[in-house]
């Protein structure tokens, strides 16, 4: 079992590697020549082909056109310009490999090959097993670069498919986050609600009386609201209403009276064709909304809100004071709770003392 996965692997390094190694030799002794090309005839394992050149500006000319695996160098070669070869190789053409051939294996010939960036060092005359040797530790050294080169581009793609994942992830995660919040958002509306609710109606439930009705409603929108005048309207006919109760906060002595009626003529009717909340926060879309009337309410902050119950509108709310001290969201969700309730009691109410009469 473990021949077999061998061979499948050194199988795909062969397929790997589908075009020969290519090694250009930068020299103009022809003895070395042959002796290169005596290697590479008898060099079994890799197909090898070599390109051999005189100079240093015809190997810098096969650099730039091919792609060259390993460069052999004679240092002394074109008045001793290659070491500068070797130092092109490794900065302008990596990953090809230099090998610089010296005539003696000294200190300083070593130490001059590891500064211009050389890989290996070897002497002449050329030994062809010597030679053999080190292409071999080339090919091996190249593909083994090759191989880096592969885990690299495949770590690349992976990060790449890492980070469309993270960024999809971090999408999803915004997209629950906002829907959690939402949700948290409702919930808690609906909590208000609740508890809003269960207070009214705890407080109005046994309530058959209009009147004390209408006050307890009213001390409750004035413990929930704060100092603020509010008014309930009821209905004498479908788009004509009549004041049920209120409370005077801020209104001059003598005025409440022509203000209330002008809330039960104007205000009232409007709102109680709306099936929402109405708050009104400037001037400007208050003289839209009820038009050339709007001046007995200017600089102030103005909630109306329907009572709602079967498709019938049974009372409006509507509260006013100084813009200075404004209605918060809160106070138009605690309106917009109980205004049902208060609805439905009052429908309560009307059916009690008409019971006698027909539908």
């Known amino acids: 079992m473990t021949e077999n996965i061998q ?30 090309t005596s ?8 197909q090898i082909e070599l390109i051999p ?23 002394t070669i074109s008045s001793g310009a290659g070491l500068g070869l070797a130092q ?22 070593a130490l001059a090959a590891i500064r211009a ?40 793609r992976v990060c790449k498919k890492l980070n469309a994942a993270r960024e999809e992830v971090s999408q999803q995660v915004d997209i629950l986050c906002n829907d959690l919040v939402t949700a948290y958002q409702e919930l808690a509306d609906q909590m208000h609600n609740v508890v809003e609710t269960s207070e009214f109606a705890a407080l109005v439930r046994n309530e058959l009386d209009l009147e004390r009705l209408l006050h307890q409603s009213l001390e409750f929108i ?15 006919t479908a788009d004509e209403f009549t004041l049920g109760g209120y409370v005077n906060y ?15 003529d104007v205000v009232a009717p409007r709102a109680g064709e709306s099936e929402t909340a109405i708050h009104i926060t400037d001037n400007d879309t208050l003289a839209e909304w009820i038009g050339d009337d709007s001046a007995y309410l200017t600089d102030c902050h103005m909630l109306a809100v329907p009572c709602w119950t079967e498709n019938e509108v049974l009372a409006v709310m509507v509260l006013f004071r100084d813009g200075a001290q404004p209605f918060n969201e809160e106070i138009t969700k605690t309106c917009a709770a109980i ?21």
Request: charged fraction near 30%; charge should be positive; glycine fraction near 2%.
């Open 117 to 156: 960036g050389a890989t290996d060092l070897i002497t002449k005359p050329i030994v062809l097993g010597e030679l053999n040797e080190r292409v071999q530790q080339a090919i091996v050294r190249s593909e083994s670069e090759m191989r880096k080169e592969a885990r690299v581009r495949r770590l690349r």
């Open 339 to 359: 205004a049902p309730l208060l609805a439905q009691y009052l429908g309560k109410i009307v059916r009690v003392h008409h019971r006698h009469m027909q539908d």
């Open 222 to 236: 004035l413990e929930k609201v704060g100092p603020t005048n509010a008014a309930i309207f009821l209905p004498v």
């Open 39 to 46: 290697a590479i005839t008898e060099h079994h394992t890799h």
């Open 7 to 36: 061979s499948t692997i050194k199988a795909r390094a062969r397929r790997r590697r589908r075009r020969p190694f290519r090694v250009m030799l930068v020299d103009n002794d022809p003895r070395t020549r042959d002796a290169f």
């Open 250 to 264: 801020d209104c001059a002595d003598g005025s409440p009276e022509l203000l209330l009626n002008h809330l039960a």
């Open 88 to 109: 092109v190789v490794v900065k302008e053409h990596s990953p090809t490999q230099a090998i610089v051939m010296a005539e003696l294996a000294t200190f300083e010939s």
């Open 53 to 75: 050149v005189a100079s240093v500006p015809e190997a810098r000319r096969v650099l730039e056109k091919s792609h060259i695996d390993l460069v052999v160098i004679e240092p």
